[in-house]
């Protein structure tokens, strides 16, 4: 059975940082992209951030582009999805999912497997 585990939500200020974490654990190998997406209330899934395993490759919403950063050190069961200078409009539950998709990260229907989900809140 695979398991997706986030932590490292919390409730911050604007302009802070904030650092999540997924551990991914189960028989998948490690041949398998991250992502993360976020759910504010009243409002979609919405994709946020993604990693490739294949060659590592990065890709990001526009709105936390310049300002998130995902990363999956040694390719291991565990990314990161670090957050700087958080904004309200941050505020969500986020997920992280994982996919054998190669081509599509972007969207939330290719991935698998999916986590229980870390509360964000940002104050302003």
């Known amino acids: 059975q695979v398991q997706l585990v986030e932590s490292g939500g919390g409730l911050v200020q604007a302009g802070d940082s904030l650092r999540l974490s997924c551990e991914v654990s189960?028989?998948?190998?490690?041949?398998?992209?991250m992502g993360w997406f976020r759910q504010a209330p009243g409002k979609e899934r919405e994709f946020v951030a993604a990693?490739?395993?294949?060659?590592?490759?990065?890709y990001y919403a526009d709105s936390v582009k310049g300002r998130f950063t995902i990363s999956r050190p040694n390719a291991k069961n565990t990314v990161y999805l670090q957050m700087n200078s958080l904004k309200p409009e941050d505020t969500a539950a986020y997920y992280c999912?994982?996919?054998?998709?190669?081509?599509?990260?972007?969207?939330?229907?290719?991935?698998?497997?999916w986590g229980q989900g870390t509360q964000v809140t940002v104050s302003s």
């Open positions: 999912a994982i996919t054998r998709n190669l081509v599509v990260l972007t969207d939330q229907g290719a991935y698998d497997y």
């Open positions: 189960g028989r998948t190998g490690s041949r398998y992209s």
């Open positions: 990693i490739r395993w294949s060659d590592g490759d990065t």
